[in-house]
């Protein structure tokens, strides 16, 4: 287990979570960051302590079970808010409570996060918590690596679009936890690998080990995930699979009502197909967030049958069982839908894109880079399997080993700030450790309610933010 001394442990940054601070956990693919979320959200839970858990992606929030931040903070697709939309979130129960209640606010892989959505958050749990320091008074914790895949955006705004380029980032003092115990990959020449792509340096070395890769083949029995960089590869591996099944297709067709501009706005965001064609035994994933029913926007699963109104029953890879029935993605203006679409909300997975990959962990994979078209794609990719041995390159280009001066530069600073915290916490002994700990979990305990407390919030809220407008 490789590691630096310069770094910090997991021991180290979760006792520095459990002291109540914000942070930002960094660190290189399969060094244990979502490992050391899911430890300290257990540890949470365990006391009843309200923590929200989201991330920038749907597919990256099923690794933890949460949601995603645009969701949870009720900011959706916007790029900015107004009075109109915050009167709204206030008005809006549901959203009021969760913000409310949650004392740990989780949002991981931050890399794929606007840096002015960050700020809208930051704004959106002011407002609702009637709190005006950082998200409201939550401790906060961002987690990821800024090598891995940016947010999508024009080539020309990239620079300024990272999180850590937001207010909220400056505003939150964060203290940075850079893991680099590795968990994933024990093989020192493939960790060579990764990381001269992850910093831009490639060599001859890196080259000659990719290269060993191209087009081998596995060994009979083992069955490889295929990552590719286009939607479009991606279907056609799909519907390829499809068609091997000789089983019944079931056919399910997309709906929709209200303007036609906006109607195909809400066609193009969504993952859901038009014409969504499945048959029993076809390797799917769920494109929407429905807690109730228990799956995510990016659930896993296989097809198992149907029910009795033709509906697909899916066995999902956590061994639930669900059926996926239709639901509606809207606009709204003024509390009325403009627009809807509705469809099964399931697409074909046997092949899936890099950008969804992220995060996972794979045994063997066949990853196609000669289409790679943004930073990270190559490292993301690769870096999901465990050992080169796994991995079936079947091409790649130079964007695949492309990277971005400035985060290799900011990369340097956190580290050595977190270095900087690390030292900090070794002279701290045993005691004073857990005393701070203590503080900072009796500070945030559920208290019992005040019954004399104004029921009447909605208007308390409106008065306090909206009364001078």
């Not at 399969?30 to 949470?44: A, D, M, N, Q, W």
């Not at 079970?65 to 939309?85: C, E, M, P, V």
């Not at 002011?126 to 950082?134: E, G, Q, S, W």
């Not at 509390?335 to 399931?346: H, K």
């Amino acid at each position: 287990m490789n590691r630096s001394v310069n770094n910090m442990t997991q021991k180290e940054a979760l006792d520095l979570l459990m002291m109540g601070r914000s942070v930002f956990l960094t660190g290189q693919a399969g060094s244990g960051k979502t490992y050391l979320l899911t430890k300290y959200i257990e540890f949470l839970k365990n006391h009843k302590i309200g923590v929200a858990v989201t991330a920038s992606t749907g597919i990256a929030a099923t690794h933890l079970n949460g949601i995603t931040i645009h969701s949870w903070a009720g900011i959706g697709i916007k790029d900015s808010l107004d009075q109109k939309h915050l009167s709204r979130l206030l008005a809006n129960e549901n959203v009021r409570n969760r913000i409310n209640n949650a004392k740990v606010l989780i949002i991981d892989e931050i890399s794929m996060f606007h840096s002015y959505r960050l700020d809208m958050v930051n704004q959106v749990c002011k407002t609702l918590r009637r709190n005006n320091t950082p998200f409201g008074g939550l401790q906060v914790i961002l987690c990821g690596d800024f090598f891995q895949l940016p947010p999508v955006t024009d080539p020309g705004q990239l620079q300024s679009c990272f999180a850590f380029k937001s207010d909220a980032w400056g505003e939150l003092d964060l203290k940075i936890c850079y893991l680099d115990e590795q968990h994933r990959q024990l093989d020192d020449s493939f960790l060579k690998v990764l990381n001269s792509i992850r910093t831009s340096d490639v060599t001859e070395f890196t080259f000659e080990k990719l290269a060993g890769r191209l087009n081998k083949n596995f060994p009979v029995g083992i069955i490889p995930s295929k990552l590719y960089t286009h939607n479009v590869d991606v279907d056609a591996i799909n519907n390829f699979e499809l068609a091997k099944i000789t089983k019944p297709e079931h056919k399910f067709m997309m709906t929709d009502m209200g303007n036609p501009d906006l109607v195909e706005t809400l066609k193009k965001g969504c993952l859901a197909p038009e014409e969504l064609i499945v048959k029993e035994g076809a390797v799917v994933m769920f494109v929407k967030n429905n807690q109730n029913k228990g799956y995510v926007n990016g659930t896993l699963g296989k097809i198992t049958g149907f029910d009795p109104d033709g509906y697909p029953i899916i066995k999902t890879y956590s061994d639930k069982e669900i059926v996926a029935t239709p639901v509606s993605w809207t606009i709204e203006d003024d509390e009325e839908v403009i627009a809807e679409i509705s469809q099964v909300p399931l697409r074909l997975a046997w092949a899936i894109t890099i950008h969804k990959s992220q995060g996972m962990t794979l045994d063997a994979a066949e990853i196609d880079l000669s289409k790679s078209f943004a930073y990270g794609m190559g490292y993301v990719a690769l870096s999901r399997v465990k050992s080169l041995d796994g991995i079936r390159l079947m091409g790649i280009n130079q964007n695949a080993l492309l990277g971005v001066l400035e985060i290799t530069k900011i990369d340097g600073e956190f580290r050595k700030l977190s270095a900087k915290i690390g030292e900090g916490l070794k002279n701290l002994d045993s005691k004073t450790v857990k005393a701070k700990q203590k503080e900072f979990l009796t500070s945030i305990l559920p208290k019992t309610p005040n019954p004399h407390e104004s029921k009447d919030i909605v208007k308390e809220l409106f008065e306090k933010y909206f009364s001078s407008h």
